[in-house]
């Protein structure tokens, strides 16, 4: 059985720093690709970051180009999204998704003053 969790989040000054972290179980990291996703009130969601697993090529919304980095721990199953220079539009749910596989519940973030 496929799951995800999702850890890290809280709340930020706009500037600062959190790192997301997804920890998934029930398949390993050798084909398909992961990805971050947010929901911000009111909003659609939104692909935020994509790591394929086999190119290991990640790519990013242009809302996050240069602040946002997806990451990938193979031994921990583990997939990670440092987000630095951290801005009031950033506050959402961030989601992991298993591209084909499943959802986590959801780490909410919000950048405040």
């Known amino acids: 059985q496929v799951q995800l969790v999702e850890s890290g989040g809280g709340l930020v000054q706009p500037g600062g720093s959190l790192r997301l972290s997804c920890a998934a179980s029930?398949?390993?990291?050798?084909?398909?690709?992961m990805r971050w996703y947010r929901q911000a009130p009111g909003k659609e969601r939104e692909l935020v970051a994509s790591?394929?697993?086999?190119?290991?090529?990640?790519t990013y919304a242009d809302s996050v180009k240069g602040r946002f980095t997806i990451s990938r721990d193979d031994a921990k199953n583990t997939i990670y999204l440092q987000m630095n220079s951290l801005k009031s539009e950033d506050t959402a749910v961030y989601y992991c998704?298993?591209?084909?596989?499943?959802w986590g519940q959801g780490t909410q973030v919000t950048v405040s003053s």
């Open positions: 998704n298993a591209v084909g596989l499943g």
């Open positions: 790591i394929d697993f086999i190119t290991r090529i990640a």
């Open positions: 029930g398949f390993t990291f050798r084909t398909g690709a």
